[in-house]
């Protein structure tokens, strides 16, 4: 079964330095994988996604991350935190079997960003 | 575009009582999810339309949720009785081959 495991509950960086959220995945197959952020009260937003073209995939917002298959990981990262990064992300695999597109999400890492 | 549109967007309800949740998906997207997020967690999938036929609802406790989806558009999902652990941000989402995925607002359930 396809299934992504996010290494930390909690991150907290200073405004202005680098952001590094990490995800790491299990999956029998080529995955989709994507981050997605949910800030308070509002609903889920795709940052970006990765579907087996560049490893290294550009989103929203300054945010990349980078596919390696030789470590199963798709970290999310950011040169410099603004104080709008404060929300929840959410590492996604996507579950293709069936065909249909099925996300499996990780638990979740709290961004926490302070002056 | 508008957006996967749900109602309501709060409900509190006391254990054994029931309730129902709407979702309205974008206009053309044939295949409809409903996903559970409990406090701490991420979303999980309940269950998942392709039209009007059911694909995926392996993960729903299917003893006191149930969910359609009439015409192959709008969906509901209900739950009864509800118990103290149904307590939970219940999201629609609906996406095309094209587009790829979109969430609605949600619908935040507190069962006391």
């Known amino acids: 079964a396809q299934s992504v495991t996010q290494l930390d509950s909690h991150v907290s960086v200073s405004e202005g330095t680098p952001v590094l959220l990490r995800c790491n995945y299990s999956s029998s197959y080529s995955p989709s994988l994507f981050w997605y952020v949910q800030h308070p009260n509002k609903g889920l937003q795709l940052l970006l996604k990765y579907t087996s073209a560049a490893t290294l995939v550009k989103g929203i917002n300054g945010f990349e991350a980078e596919f390696k298959k030789s470590e199963t990981s798709f970290h999310l990262t950011k040169p410099s935190a603004h104080m709008s990064d404060a929300a929840e992300y959410f590492c996604v695999v996507s579950d293709r079997r069936t065909g249909f597109q099925k996300l499996v999400f990780g638990t979740g890492t709290r961004l926490l960003v302070s002056p | 575009e508008a957006g996967v549109a749900q109602s309501p967007r709060y409900k509190i309800i006391e254990k054994r009582q029931s309730v129902a949740f709407w979702c309205n998906p974008i206009s053309g997207h044939a295949t409809l999810y409903w996903y559970q997020q409990i406090l701490g967690q991420g979303p999980k999938l309940l269950i998942q339309?392709?039209?009007?036929?059911?694909?995926?609802d392996s993960q729903l406790p299917k003893d006191r949720f149930s969910a359609e989806r009439l015409k192959g558009v709008d969906s509901t999902l209900k739950i009864q009785p509800a118990k103290l652990e149904d307590s939970a941000v219940y999201l629609c989402?609906?996406?095309?081959?094209?587009?790829?995925?979109?969430f609605g607002s949600g619908t935040r359930l507190t069962v006391v």
């Open positions: 989402a609906s996406s095309s081959s094209r587009l790829g995925y979109t």
């Open positions: 339309f392709q039209n009007n036929g059911v694909v995926d």
